[in-house]
């Protein structure tokens, strides 16, 4: 069974930064990856993709902001997010995107307030 963890959430001020790391327990780098969010009372929604020949596309709300990068020696995915604001307070996981979703890791909160 496939297992993502997800870490590097926090508290933060607007503004601020956060660095997500995504640890995947399989080989990663034929897939494409991505990380979601889900906010309270809202749907899941598909924050950042990456190819597995590395090409990325962003939700617009965030498109400037957050970058997403992968490390396939290590199976890892990040998300680097920077100019935070409020409505990015949410449960941020990954997970694959070719051939449609693993099971679901644990996610890690970000909250951004002051």
């Known amino acids: 069974q496939v297992q993502l963890v997800e870490s590097g959430g926090g508290l933060v001020q607007p503004g601020g930064s956060l660095r997500l790391s995504c640890a995947a327990s399989?080989?990663?780098?034929?897939?494409?990856m991505g990380w979601y969010r889900q906010a309270p009372g809202k749907q899941r929604e598909l924050v950042a993709t990456?190819?597995?020949?590395?090409?990325?596309n962003y939700l617009d709300s965030v498109k400037g902001r957050f970058t997403i990068s992968r490390d396939n020696a290590n199976n890892m995915v990040y998300l680097q997010m920077n100019s935070l604001k409020p409505e990015d307070t949410a449960v941020y996981y990954c997970n694959r995107i070719t051939f449609g979703a693993w099971g679901w890791g644990q996610g890690t909160q970000v909250t951004v307030s002051s």
């Open positions: 399989v080989t990663i780098s034929l897939y494409a």
């Open positions: 990456m190819t597995a020949g590395g090409g990325t």
